[in-house]
Every structure is written in C-alpha cells, then in structure tokens.
Antibody, heavy 120, light 107 residues
Framework: EVQLVQSGAEVKKPGESLKISCKGS????????IGWVRQMPGKGLELMGI????????IYRPSFQGQVTISADKSINTAYLQWSSLKASDTAMYYC?????????????WGQGTMVTVSS | DIQMTQSPSSLSASVGDRVTITCRAS??????LNWYQQKPGKAPKLLIYAASNLQSGVPSRFSGSGSGTDFTLSISSLQPEDFAAYYC?????????FGQGTKVEIK
C-alpha cells in the first residue's frame, strides 16, 4: 500500500524548535516530489514548499522562505519540516503529500496530518 | 502567484441534489486544475486531476470540466458521504495555489 505516515501531534512553547516527519512507503520515495501543506484552524490549504527526495532539491513558497526548513533523508524514505523558533501563529495542522506526475502533478497521496500547537 | 477563487464559499443541499462548484483562475492555467475533498478531521483526498479526469476509486457521480480560467466540479446526485469541503488547486505553475474552499452542508 502506498502511504505517507506523519509523526504525532506536538505542543510547544513560543521560541522552541520543532521538526516533524513524513515517512513514505509502498513506492519509490526518491522519484516523486513531496509537498508540505499548512491548514490553520478553520481555514483552507496552503502549500508551503516541496522537496524532491532524490536530490533534496527544494522550492519554498516565498511567504514561507526563511520561516521553515524542508529536508529529506532518502536512506529512510522520510521528509521533514522544521522550525527554529516557533510562534503562536504556527499553530496549525500540517500535511505532507506526494506530487504525482502521472496525475498532472496533483497531490494524490496525503499523510494523516500533524497538529502543531504553539502556546505559552 | 495565480489566485484561485471558488464560489460559492458554502452551500446547503439535500441528498439527491445536483451540486456545482466553480473555480476561477486569475490567469489561464490550461487544464492544470485539480479538485480535492476534505472531510472534517481528515486529510484532503484527490477527486479529479487535469480538470476532468476522475482519480481511481472516486465515484462516477463526481465530474469536472473547464479549461483556461473557468472550471467546475459537479456532483450529479449528492450522497450523505459527500458533505465535506472541496478545494480546487492549480498545478500550472509554482507556487501551486489552492482555492479558499467550498463547504457543502446538509439542508
């Protein structure tokens, strides 16, 4: 079964660092881009950036550049999203998703989501 | 960035109704338009890619059409499990952008 499995929910304080993960299985993880999507409470979907695990080529949406770091470790089929200093406004659900060229670059497989809560 | 605008933002409908959601792009995106369904507390699910292609496993009551800047998602006969939020997304250029969503609620 093709799937992406994300790490569990996190509760952090402002200023703390965090790294969440997304592990792929059932397909060639290095052959498809992985995107990270933010969904703030009660809001819509925003693509933050994408990474090609084969060579770690990464493209950030400008509004997220410098705010987060996206990385991947192809040896363990895992992509990451990290923050060096969290803010309350980072509170959101974060999804990883596979971008598949066979379906017009749509995101066809999604992780279950990681809820990040930042509160003092 | 290409702006994607959906209408309506929400709608109320009954089981068995035909429902249509529209998505407009701020510039031409050919047919690089995808539709997703998101149920409360769940990850989005791909329904339609390249404007009109049904993703594997998606019921045939869902259909998509359009090209250029104007697109529609139709549900021919609304079922109880279809009450959800629906998002369009362009895959024409970077950054990929989503519409703001349309919530389909029970009348």
């Amino acid at each position: 079964e093709v799937q992406l499995v994300q790490s569990g929910a996190e509760v952090k304080k402002p200023g703390e660092s965090l790294k969440i993960s997304c592990k792929g299985s059932g397909y060639s993880f290095t052959s498809d881009w992985i995107g990270w999507v933010r969904q703030m409470p009660g809001k819509g979907l925003e693509l933050m950036g994408i990474i090609y695990p084969g060579d770690s080529d990464t493209i950030y949406r400008p509004s997220f550049q410098g705010q987060v770091t996206i990385s991947a470790d192809k040896s363990i089929n895992t992509a990451y999203l990290q923050w060096s200093s969290l803010k309350a406004s980072d509170t959101a659900m974060y999804y990883c998703a596979r971008r598949n060229g066979y379906v017009a670059d749509a995101f066809d497989i999604w992780g279950q989501g990681t809820m990040v809560t930042v509160s003092s | 960035d290409i702006q994607m605008t959906q209408s309506p933002s929400s709608l109320s409908a009954s089981v068995g109704d035909r429902v249509t959601i529209t998505c407009r792009a701020s510039q031409s995106i050919s047919n690089f338009l995808n539709w997703y369904q998101q149920k409360p507390g769940k990850a989005p699910k791909l329904l339609i890619y390249a404007a009109s292609n049904l993703q594997s496993g998606v019921p045939s009551r869902f259909s998509g059409s359009g090209s250029g800047t104007d697109f529609t998602l139709s549900i021919s006969s609304l079922q109880p499990e279809d009450f959800a939020a629906y998002y369009c997304q362009q895959s024409y250029t970077t950054p990929r952008t989503f519409g703001q969503g349309t919530k389909v609620e029970i009348k």
